[in-house]
């Protein structure tokens, strides 16, 4: 089947949306990067499971909340999944367990807590990620990460459609990573957190807010660059390389926060890539590190 067959094979399966050729930047934090062949919004896992079906061999993208993601100027050929609003539903249950949809935002999720008066996910009000993406990846902040509060996902194999559920302890969880596969999309989950007063954890919220408004800098960037190597920081290391300030077209290594790349409107990805890859062998030469990017990237890139 030729792509344009496969894309509307997918809208005669699917309640979501398929767009052909739809830019990806406004689904990334950078805002930069070309489209993918077949974008789909999924609003059911029957429309998940049509992608298994119909998919081929064709490559596939899951794009959560594109905060840790550069998607290059040339795009992705393949096909992109997003959950839709649908994936966006939330449910007490007993107490202390609250279940999440895969494209719940943290945020939104850390602030629900408040009003509920649990505690445990404050830390998750800082980080611009899906619940999907950051039980992937095991997002965290402050010292602690979902790994702390998760108990369960749901995850489909988007090559064999297959829904299965996770306990936390078989993600074979580690800074900032799991077991899970590319081809592997997070549901929802359940979290447990612990009866607190709502005004207390909403103070702690508003704490971990003001600590990023001053330690990290505002604007189009992907968080971290790279994932802080064992007993040392990536932010330091890049610092002491004096990289602060050093652009590639318009992309800028933050002045606020060394291990931040910020991108300005007439940012491309090949900049921004450019830009991570003379940082990492600036530090490679000072120190030995090799630095390993928490980015990922989609799609083709000039080596
Ligand atoms: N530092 C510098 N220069 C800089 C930046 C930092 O010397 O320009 C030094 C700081 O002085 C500090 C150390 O590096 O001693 C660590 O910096 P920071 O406290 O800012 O934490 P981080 O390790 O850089 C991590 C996470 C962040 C998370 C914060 C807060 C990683 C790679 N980064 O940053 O996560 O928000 O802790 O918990 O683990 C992300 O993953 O995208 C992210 C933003």
Do not use: C
């Amino acid at each position: 089947m030729s792509i344009t067959e496969i894309a509307q094979a997918l809208r005669t399966r699917v309640a979501g949306r398929v767009t052909q050729d739809a830019s990806l930047a406004p689904f990334t934090t950078f805002r930069v990067g070309g489209p993918a062949q077949v974008l789909l919004e999924a609003e059911s896992v029957d429309d998940l499971r049509a992608v298994a079906d119909l998919r081929g061999d064709l490559p596939l993208a899951i794009v959560g909340r594109g905060s840790n993601l550069l998607v290059s100027d040339d795009g992705f050929r393949g096909i992109a999944v997003r959950l839709g609003r649908a994936f966006r539903e939330h449910q007490q249950e007993g107490d202390d367990v609250l279940r999440l949809g895969g494209a719940v935002q943290l945020p939104a999720a850390a602030r629900l807590t408040a009003r509920l008066g649990l505690a445990g996910f404050e830390f998750a009000a800082e980080i611009p990620a899906t619940f999907g993406g950051a039980v992937r990846m095991n997002a965290g902040a402050h010292n602690r990460s979902m790994a702390d509060v998760l108990l369960s996902a749901e995850v489909i194999d988007l090559y064999s459609g297959q829904l299965r559920a996770v306990d936390v302890v078989d993600l074979g969880y580690g800074y900032r990573s799991s077991n899970l596969s590319h081809d592997e999309i997070v549901t929802g989950g359940a979290i447990r957190l612990e009866q607190e007063d709502s005004s207390v954890v909403a103070e702690r919220i508003s704490g971990y807010l003001r600590w990023r408004r001053e330690h990290q800098p505002p604007g189009r960037s992907a968080g971290s660059i790279f994932k802080n190597p064992p007993q040392d920081s990536a932010g330091r290391l890049i610092d002491e390389v004096d990289a602060k300030g050093m652009r590639v077209g318009g992309a800028e290594v933050s002045e606020v926060h060394a291990n931040f790349i910020v991108a300005d409107p007439t940012a491309t990805a090949d900049d921004v890539w450019r830009l991570i890859w003379s940082v990492h062998a600036l530090v490679k030469d000072r120190s030995g590190i090799d630095l390993e990017p928490e980015v990922r990237f989609l799609g083709e890139f000039a080596r």
